[in-house]
C-alpha cells in the first residue's frame, strides 16, 4: 500500500471515530434540552390518563397490544381469519400468553 492510500485510510478513520464520538455528545445535549419538553407530556399524559402508544389505527386489539384480551381477535367466531393486516404483526401481550405446560 503507497503512503498515500495509507494516509488517506487514517484520516478516513480519525474522521469517522470522531463522528462517532461527535454522536454521543450530540445526543447528550439533546436529552438535556429535551427534559423540559418531556416533564410537559408526562404531566399531560398522567392528568389525562392516557394509555400506552397507538400503533395501528385498524382494530382495537392492534392500537393497544396492552389492553386486549385473548378472543378479541375472534369476536365474529373462534375459527374466523383475520380482518386486518396489522393483527398478524403484532404478537399477543406476554401476559395474555398462556405460560402452562401441556
Not at 488517506?8 to 434540552?33: D, K, P, S, T
Not at 385498524?58 to 369476536?75: C, G, I, K, V, W
Amino acid at each position: 500500500m503507497s503512503e498515500a492510500r495509507f494516509r488517506a485510510v487514517v484520516v478516513f478513520f480519525i474522521v469517522n471515530g470522531l463522528l462517532f464520538i461527535m454522536m454521543f455528545i450530540h445526543a447528550a445535549y439533546q436529552r438535556n434540552a429535551a427534559r423540559p419538553r418531556l416533564a410537559v407530556k408526562m404531566e399531560m399524559v398522567r392528568t389525562l390518563g392516557l394509555t400506552d402508544l397507538s400503533l395501528f389505527t385498524e382494530a382495537r386489539y392492534t392500537r393497544h397490544p396492552s389492553m386486549t384480551d385473548l378472543n378479541t381477535p375472534f369476536q365474529d367466531y373462534p375459527m374466523s381469519l383475520e380482518h386486518f393486516p396489522s393483527g398478524a404483526l403484532v404478537l399477543p401481550p406476554p401476559h395474555l400468553v398462556d405460560r402452562g405446560l401441556d
